[in-house]
């Protein structure tokens, strides 16, 4: 044996024991279905080794990460090019979290991955809501003639647990079509006050990290301009706080767009922050 020490290959803070464990990280390197650039695949374990550079104090929440009890599960193996399958490995894994008592946090990989752990949240819990940060609308049917995809995730999630129960924050892309389905359900929202329209919900949030402007996060597959500042999300994300938040996911990190790893480092600290609210 060697002495070491050696570094951790976790994302910093996480604890040793799956039991014992409140939150678990769960990483979902799918990458089959995008539209524009692909890499989301790599977000999971490029996350992990620049997880090191953040601190684990969240000045937001007044917390050190290890006092979270979250555990570290690592990146699930899922074959390539069969998206179908990727996702029911996803449900599987979900379904078996929640089958004892804990939350996920799922790290994508690509925005289809949030459509396994709803399907396989349902089995545990029902009349929830999904929160999404995003760019792009993600209600399309089909894309180039495939209807499973990441461009119409939410439109999948819709159909399984109702328009009425989704919000959609920061849309700023789309097809014509896909902004009248949201007018017509009255999903987009502009200000954190909307959210006590699900106060009584159990919330589950999916964030695809180009919601954020390219100007901090050009490390993602279909960056689009306009979007947040990390302030104005945190502002979301500090006001989520206050409700039932039962599991959540950061997709659509490409890590290797942004040879400065400012994309990737930035999402590090979304996702402590995002630890604090589950």
């Not at 799918?30 to 692909?38: A, F, K």
């Not at 006092?67 to 996803?90: K, M, Q, T, V």
């Not at 008592?101 to 809501?129: F, R």
């Amino acid at each position: 044996m060697l002495s070491g020490p050696f570094l951790d290959k976790n994302f910093i803070g996480s604890c040793d024991d799956f039991d014992s464990s409140k939150i678990v990280m769960l990483g979902m390197p799918l990458d089959g279905t995008c539209t524009n650039r692909p890499g989301a695949r790599f977000a999971p374990q490029q996350i992990r080794v620049e997880s090191v550079g953040i601190e684990e104090y969240s000045c937001y929440f007044d917390t050190n990460l290890s006092d979270l009890l979250f555990y570290d599960a690592g990146e699930l193996e899922l074959p390539f090019g069969a998206p179908r399958e990727a996702l029911n490995i996803i449900e599987k894994n979900t379904d078996e979290i929640y089958s004892q008592n804990k939350k996920i946090l799922g790290i994508g990989g690509e925005h289809l991955v949030t459509l396994g752990t709803i399907k396989g949240l349902l089995k545990h819990h029902s009349d929830i809501a999904v929160i999404q940060f995003d760019a792009h609308t993600d209600l399309r049917e089909q894309y180039l003639d495939i209807e499973l995809t990441h461009s119409g995730v939410m439109l999948r999630i819709a159909k399984l647990i109702g328009f009425e129960n989704i919000m959609q924050v920061g849309i700023r892309s789309g097809e014509k079509q896909e902004f009248e389905l949201m007018k017509k359900h009255s999903t987009l929202a502009f200000n954190p006050e909307e959210l006590k329209k699900f106060k009584d919900k159990k919330i589950f949030v999916t964030i695809d990290l180009d919601v954020l402007d390219p100007s901090i996060m050009s490390g993602t597959g279909t960056p689009e301009a306009g979007g947040f500042t990390y302030k104005e999300l945190m502002n979301w994300i500090v006001e989520l706080k206050k409700y039932n938040i039962i599991g959540a996911d950061i997709v659509e990190l490409a890590p290797d767009y942004d040879i400065t790893k400012v994309s990737t480092a930035t999402a590090c600290k979304l996702i402590r922050e995002v630890l604090n609210i589950l």
